[in-house]
């Protein structure tokens, strides 16, 4: 079946370590977002890719980065330098080239991610 | 104030209840979605609407444009609806409304 796996589902990490949390489709969409959502608030917009090789800042890069190598991996490294990483990060995807405008968007089941 | 506003933020019914969500936003959108979290943390969408209003089986989601909200209906609704609904609109970014929680009782 056609979907969004995103990996591991929950990861621990001691402060000061960089981790790579994975995300990859086969829904063949061109577009591809990582978003954090905390308690109480709305999914924020981390990074977002319409094709490959390509990538944009969201709302709140700081302390993350991205690689968008093929069209159907877009993994998200949460660094050292974020400086709140404990959330629960969620990736998507939308067949639209038009990100953000227009189009269904696809969830994972997402990650949730615990600094110690 | 945040842009799109979720009411009630936490739900709780009785199984077979009708049940309304209410999304109100205030900027200038060209769609609006709602969206259903469930317990595990995924994500699945629901409707996407820019006018009138949508049915999917026990759902039914409404949105008028000129007073900027929208509404989000579950009819005789069942202990698996229990979720997070979350309403986003298209505004040449998305913006995610807080989420409304919702538990139904057996």
């Known amino acids: 079946d056609g979907g969004i796996t995103q990996s591991p589902k929950y990861l621990f990490r001691k402060e000061g370590q960089n981790v790579t949390l994975s995300c990859e489709q086969n829904?063949?969409?061109?577009?591809m977002y990582w978003y954090r959502q905390d308690p109480g608030q709305g999914l924020r917009l981390i990074y977002y890719s319409q094709i490959v090789n390509d990538f944009q800042k969201g709302d709140i890069a700081e302390g993350y980065s991205v690689s968008r190598e093929k069209k159907e991996s877009f993994p998200l490294t949460v660094t050292s330098a974020q400086k709140n990483p404990t959330a629960f990060y969620l990736c998507?995807?939308?067949?639209?080239?038009?990100?953000?405008?227009?189009?269904?968007?696809?969830f994972g089941e997402g990650s949730r991610l615990t600094v110690l | 104030k945040n842009e799109v506003e979720q009411s009630p933020q936490n739900l709780t019914a009785q199984e077979g209840e009708f049940i309304t969500i209410n999304c109100s936003y205030s900027v200038g959108i060209s769609a609006l979605h709602w969206l259903q979290q469930h317990p595990g943390g995924g994500i699945v969408s629901l409707f996407m609407l820019s006018s009138g209003k949508k049915k999917h089986g026990r759902l039914i989601a409404t949105i008028n444009i000129q007073e900027k909200h929208s509404s989000l209906h579950i009819t005789a609704s069942h202990p698996r609806d229990s979720a997070v609904y979350i309403c986003a609109v298209h505004t040449g970014k998305l913006i995610f409304g807080q989420g409304t929680t919702l538990q139904v009782k057996p």
């Open positions: 998507a995807s939308s067949i639209d080239r038009r990100p953000l405008l227009t189009g269904e968007l696809f």
């Open positions: 829904l063949n969409h061109d577009a």
